[in-house]
């Protein structure tokens, strides 16, 4: 980092940190967390607890089941059971399923469900079937897979991301298709003219959302796609709000590195709302909480150094380190970073 840490002895302990994740960047970051936390002395040696809120408007219902996207990769990933290579998904899978669905000619054939995977969304369909929340659900499937964190929902409530796109066949020259197809059809290959979250003016945060966030000790906003993942969590009305009020530091890790995103689709989004793909852009996107947004403290990878003035004047605190999530070594690195960087604005 460019400026002088916090002494070690006026550190105040973490004991509770919420987390607003999407998926794969999300999930990534926070493995790393966690190695960074178990490293760490507590009075009494108890660890600190993680809070993990992620998005659900990636959420799809394909073949009469309810897929949560985010909340399935967070759960994989830390729960050791996530296809490595791939960032999402079952290891070992198979797709058995997904070939048989296709030989009798079922759509889509573009999003494919794996046979371990299946399982996941065939508990979580008949449980939302027979009237537990989203959040209940979560929980229970969690007990399976012990993720060291709780993973809530940002709302129970279906949210689900559109994407505008051209379509020379419409009468007005576009379409709006789910978020999924943009993304696993499309590859996000054509231009995102409009991103409409269909639902999220009218839900409201999950069961312990508000009161994880205002309750932490630090609020961390990671490398997730900050405009249909921490962009949505953020459009749920109540948590926003949550994030003003709150007495932790909130601070923020750039998902853009030397003017590119470092996975996904952020800078085809960050365009489609007219953000500039930079760290320092997606920075402003966020605001400081010193005037109307939500962020105390941002940390820009090293090639972005020349960022810090322009978000520094923004009124959000800022430092450059290495933000490559190569390893766990240099994930828990970057942990360790934005927790200094928490402790500096606290301080």
């Not at 030989?103 to 449980?127: I, S």
Request: proline letters at 7%; charged letters at 20%.
């Amino acid at each position: 980092m460019t400026s002088s840490p916090v002494p070690p002895t006026a550190r105040r302990p973490v004991t509770s940190v919420t987390v607003l994740s999407g998926g794969v960047g999300g999930a990534r970051f926070l493995q790393g967390l966690l190695r960074h936390l178990e490293g760490l002395e507590r009075p009494g040696g108890q660890p600190a607890r993680v809070t993990v809120v992620t998005n659900t408007a990636d959420d799809i219902w394909l073949h009469g089941l309810k897929i949560c996207p985010d909340l399935d990769t967070v759960m994989y990933t830390l729960g050791d059971g996530i296809d490595t290579e791939r960032g999402w998904g079952r290891t070992d899978e198979t797709w058995h399923a997904k070939d048989e669905l296709a030989a009798y000619g079922v759509e889509p054939t573009w999003f494919g469900l794996g046979d371990r995977d299946l399982a996941t969304h065939l508990v979580r369909t008949q449980m939302l079937e027979a009237g537990y929340p989203l959040s209940a659900v979560t929980e229970a499937l969690c007990r399976r897979w012990q993720p060291g964190v709780t993973l809530l929902p940002m709302t129970d409530d279906r949210v689900e991301t559109h994407i505008v796109v051209d379509d020379a066949d419409e009468p007005s020259g576009q379409r709006a298709i789910h978020f999924q197809e943009y993304w696993v059809r499309l590859h996000a290959e054509v231009p995102a003219r409009a991103v409409v979250p269909v639902g999220l003016e009218r839900s409201t945060p999950g069961p312990g959302v508000v009161e994880a966030i205002t309750g932490a000790d630090v609020v961390i906003v990671p490398p997730s796609n900050p405009v249909v993942s921490v962009g949505t969590i953020l459009g749920v009305p109540g948590i926003r709000e949550a994030l003003r009020s709150t007495a932790a530091p909130v601070v923020g890790l750039s998902p853009v590195v030397a003017g590119h995103h470092v996975r996904g689709m952020a800078a085809q989004l960050l365009t489609a709302i007219d953000v500039e793909v930079s760290a320092a852009g997606v920075a402003e996107h966020y605001g400081s909480r010193s005037g109307d947004g939500v962020l105390d403290g941002w940390l820009v990878d090293t090639a972005d150094a020349a960022d810090v003035a322009r978000v520094r004047a923004a009124g959000i605190a800022c430092e450059a380190a290495p933000l490559m999530m190569t390893d766990h070594d240099a994930t828990a690195a970057m942990a360790r970073a934005v927790l200094d960087l928490a402790e500096e604005v606290r301080a």
